[in-house]
């Protein structure tokens, strides 16, 4: 160990004698873990949970540069969440299509606040109080939203700040500063200069107008809930290539790396001319081991995705704000403990997000292409109203009436059923915020009437995401259906937020998708949907799908892994109309739960037709 090193490394040492240990610490110390190791574990993990930094410890058993008392490098960004967040990421993806990777996408979209700097690791929760406390006292004077101008040139393109607001946030950029370097004993270089959102930056000059036209595609005064997030990254590796491993590689000589699929690979530029063609060289971010890879089982990765989160301060631009605190488990931001087990109401506190996952009512049941006399007249074409169950009219469409036969409405006992669930939240005093639905007819009734039986008709409009359609292998059309269109959903007075994009596109539904697309697809959307909805009080997402959805949305919001196919018919089948899961986010742990829906589950009896001829008159 380098003179200098050892000296840091007493420093710390000494100081940490002077601060009592957190509960974090406390655990490692008790598992045998020496105390500078298990701090140095607990910062690169983010001091999220034990679990995260025993398993980064295990991982690291064989690290060279475990004992070396290096601290990591942590920044101070501005992010935004919502709809603005979402048309972001979709510039950066079209961007990077149209015009090939430039060095903005290096980094998620952010307006940066504090520059890198270290801090020791046993200080780090210093900087997460401060975080807190300086968000606080800038809460109520935080703009409701931030005036953003796109500006060009040959090599930039992004928004510049205006200037009211950009003076506010750089007040709360000097207060943090100013706060970290007394208290923490960090130099942090608050930044000072024109404030900006980067969209693109070092592209090629002949790319400036196709960058231009896309970023004119985003609209700056969207809805926005903007973020002060704390990253950290390890200072060692900042001038070097970042690889993702795509397959597992298991060495066959002693100077080799092992690596797992998915694992990032610290790779030096300037160390690789000596190396054998068709192989790096390299440091793990995963063990900390360096050696040999082959390059073909490697890709590039973007530099941001071996950083590490650890707090952030959300602002919200109501009288009411809150923030994320995640090492502080059980804690509300009242100071109340927060205990699981107690009932819904009790914990429903404004930074907590929840979603209702619900499976649409019963369509109307009906008969295949040669018997659609049973639904519309064979000539006419007139919709007939074959039992009382059957709705009394359908909704006009531009196309053939007869889309309905692969598109059904819900039943009356649907209709019925679906408000009876709303007014049953309602009377649980759930308020829901957000409403996504499957584009299918039903799912949209279902929605509809779920927001009449909790009187939100007239304030919260349905949100129609394609994504959520029903795994397309179960069609028995064997292609997608017609639905109806946005425009003719409105005119047929369903509330439908009509300015919404959705996640999937309609054209991108694949015809009997295989298993894994489905559930691909699936996990993308529900993970795009909760990230566009930002915590609103007591609000609550409501999703409305398909019987498949329960299990396929649910489950990766909850980090369990997908069922097999087999197994995942048997469930969906065992799924009543109505049914649905109720999902909690427990911020402190950052994941998310399931608990017990605030409603019952809706049963009835089948309900035969009735001939009265049949033993009545007849023998």
Known sequence: MAVAETQLYAKVSNKHRSKSTSVLLESLLTKGFPAHIAQKALAATGQKTIEDAAKWLHSHCNDPSLEDPIPQEYALYLCPTGSLHNHLQEFWKESKRQCGKNR????????????????????????????????????????PSISLSLHSSTSYLGFFIGDSHANILKEFAAAFSSEASALADCHVKPCLKQLHLTLAHKFYPHHQKTLEQLAKCINPGETCQWVAA?????????????????????????DELMINAGDFIYVDPTQQSDVSEGWVIGTSHRTGCRGFIPENYTERAIESDTWVKHREYVFVTASRFFTQTENERNVKLNGEVNNPSMSRSVTNVPSLQEAIIMKCHLRVQLLPPLCCSKMFHLISGKYYRADLNFPSTLPKRKDSVKHFEYDPPLSCCGIFQSRLIGEALLDQEVTVSYVYSSPALRCIQTAQHVLQGLKLDQKVKIRVEPGLFEWTKWEASKVIPNFMTLSELAEA????DTSYRG????????????????????????????????????????IVGHGSSLASFTRPLIGLPARDSSDFAQVVRKIPSLGMCFCEELKEENKWQMVNPPVKTLTHGANAAFNWRNGIVED
């Open 104 to 143: 903005a996408h290096e980094i998620f979209p952010h307006i940066t606040l504090c520059d890198f700097f270290t801090c020791e690791d046993q200080k780090v929760e210093l900087l997460y109080d401060i975080l807190k406390r300086v968000g606080d006292s800038f809460s109520q004077c935080f703009p």
């Open 230 to 254: 704390l990253y950290s990254r390890d200072m060692r590796f900042v001038h070097y290539q970042t690889l993702r491993a795509l397959f597992q590689y298991k060495p066959q000589n002693i």
């Open 493 to 496: 007075s369903y509330k439908i």
């Open 503 to 542: 996640n999937f596109p309609l054209s991108s539904l694949v015809p009997s998708e295989s298993y894994e697309e489905y559930v691909s697809r699936s996990s993308a959307v529900i993970k795009q949907i909760i990230t566009a909805c930002p915590s609103k009080g007591k609000g609550v997402i409501l």
